[in-house]
């Protein structure tokens, strides 16, 4: 059973505009989240986290916004560049190291 | 540049066969990872490791499935007998335990089973 779920397989965007990706979890014991980007034939690289302890972290052009009672989290890319187009995975973990991850959302950032 | 590698990136093999994949994890690492990634599934966790020791390997199917690190510098997963639904890309990560930050992803290994 999927314990993080990205309910849209892609999404696109007109460079410029703002990117909204969303994961949603199941576990309330998830205290940590992450988001991860890849591109086609290389693993995935981490991008930017948040611990529970927050509701907002922001990294340049990224920011990640974690709602508590929702168990919802959302990653925002503002201005989207083409070179953002990739899949994004989002993970979220509990006690000790282990990540679940999403089923990733395709980004298309057209010119 | 440290970074994991895995070797083979890709194989194609008839179902029945073994399938060795093997990961080198980022010097002074002492967390390893194994996910498969399918289109259903996402990545999946199969098995993990701390100072090479298994911690959860509740991921993999057991009768086929086996997922060792005979030192620190080397991760295998072997699936012996292979079947068709095995076919995904398998990917290694590495970390540190006290960081729970980020794990590092080998370039993965894409596997086609016949």
């Known amino acids: 059973d999927q314990q993080v779920k990205q309910n849209s397989p892609s999404l696109s965007v007109q460079e410029g505009r703002i990117s909204i990706l969303n994961c949603d979890y199941t576990n309330s014991m998830f205290d940590y989240f992450l988001w991860y980007k890849k591109y086609p034939a290389e693993g995935p690289t981490f991008l930017i986290s948040?611990?529970?302890?927050?509701d907002k972290n922001e990294d340049g052009r990224f920011t990640v916004f974690l709602n508590k009672s929702a168990k919802h989290l959302s990653l925002h890319i503002v201005p989207s560049q083409p070179g953002d187009s990739a899949v994004y995975f989002c993970?979220?973990?509990?006690?000790?190291?282990?990540?679940?991850f999403g089923t990733g959302t395709s980004l298309t950032v057209i010119p | 540049d440290a970074r994991v590698t895995q070797t083979p990136r890709h194989k194609v093999t008839e179902m029945g066969q073994e399938v060795t994949m093997r990961c080198q994890p980022i010097?002074?690492?002492?967390?390893v990872f194994w996910y498969r990634q399918t289109m259903m599934q996402g990545l999946e966790l199969l098995a993990y490791f701390r100072n090479r020791a298994p911690l959860d390997d509740s991921g993999m199917p057991k009768d086929r499935f086996s997922a060792e690190m005979p030192d620190a510098t080397l991760a295998t997963l072997k699936i012996q007998p292979s079947e068709p639904r095995d076919s995904a890309v398998y990917f290694c990560a590495s970390g540190t335990w006290s960081d729970r930050e980020t794990q590092y992803f080998g370039p993965g290994t894409r596997l086609l089973v016949l």
């Open positions: 993970a979220a973990s509990g006690a000790g190291n282990q990540f679940y």
């Open positions: 948040i611990s529970s302890i927050k």
């Open positions: 010097l002074g690492h002492n967390t």
